[in-house]
């Protein structure tokens, strides 16, 4: 196997080794927390090589990006996750190509993607993003206008919210990131109240490559590895 696609399968099953023990060790199945692999950083050659070594789960964090790498026939048994922000401009291009947007961040685009959705005859699985961090430069609602969106809920008929996503804060290390993903939790434990009956809410999307298994010990079901994958893969 050539260099590339060697190192990005042995990478590759490190993190699901961590992934698989870090779940054990918060005493969850291992199969509770499930990997998105985060493309942004690399190329068709690159991402074809974490299908050939078992991971179809793909994520990127640009709309273009996604739908380039979306059209590659190298790359047509991947499912795609949209993991950053969207216009709502972009909506109509984006939908038909992904199986799940982890980044609503208004009801704005809320309204936008249940109306596409609904023209399209597809209806969409999406996951609201929360600022947890309460960073500035970060997008997300936060948990004050989270609430008049999840009682409108049984409004949108064409998507599934089916959970909540956040990102770490990007100082104070693993305690901070701890209370931040225990936050999105609790969020989501809180939401449940204001949610028409019958919702669930049970993905949680949160954890990188630095904070992943902080997430899993938090309850991640989803977590979004980019830079592990490609140690050694990309310059710089
Ligand atoms: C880039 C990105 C990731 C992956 O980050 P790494 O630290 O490279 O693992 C996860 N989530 C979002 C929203 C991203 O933009």
Redesign the pocket.
Known sequence: MPEIEQRIAENLSSVRERMARAAECAGRESSSARLIA?T?YVGVRETAALLAAGCSTLGE?RPQQLWEKAEQTELASASWHL??HLQRNKVRRTLPKVDLIHSVDSLRLLKTINEICGELGEPKRVLLEVNCSGEAEKHGLTSESLKPLLAELANFEHVEVCGLMT?AAREGGEATAAQNFASLREIRDQSLKECPPGALLPELSMG???DFEVAIREGATLV?????LFEGVRDG
């Open positions: 985060v942004k964090s993991i950053g990102m990188m490559s630095h979004r590895v980019g830079s592990l």
